[in-house]
């Protein structure tokens, strides 16, 4: 019997990988996204978390970005 899970395809560099993997593991169990991990830059994760790990990283991002002092 073949079981089919609906999932969003997730392709990015290593350290995004690791972070968006380490904000699944602080999540408790039945919030939890990723269904599988195919190697360090393909993640497979539920589909309706779409908007929350796009506003994840953009704020990582915004927290992370140099700005030169005036």
Not at 41 to 57: C, E, N, P, W, Y
Request: hydrophobic residues 45%; contains cysteine; positive net charge.
């Amino acid at each position: 019997m073949v079981n089919a899970i609906k999932g969003l395809y997730i392709t990015c560099d290593i350290p995004m990988a690791q972070f968006i993997i380490n904000m699944n593991a602080s999540l408790p169990q039945s919030h939890k996204f990723i269904i599988h991990v195919l190697d360090n830059t393909h993640i497979f994760v539920r589909s309706d978390v779409a908007g929350m790990i796009k506003s994840a990283i953009a704020t990582f991002r915004e927290q992370n970005t140099y700005e030169k002092p005036s």
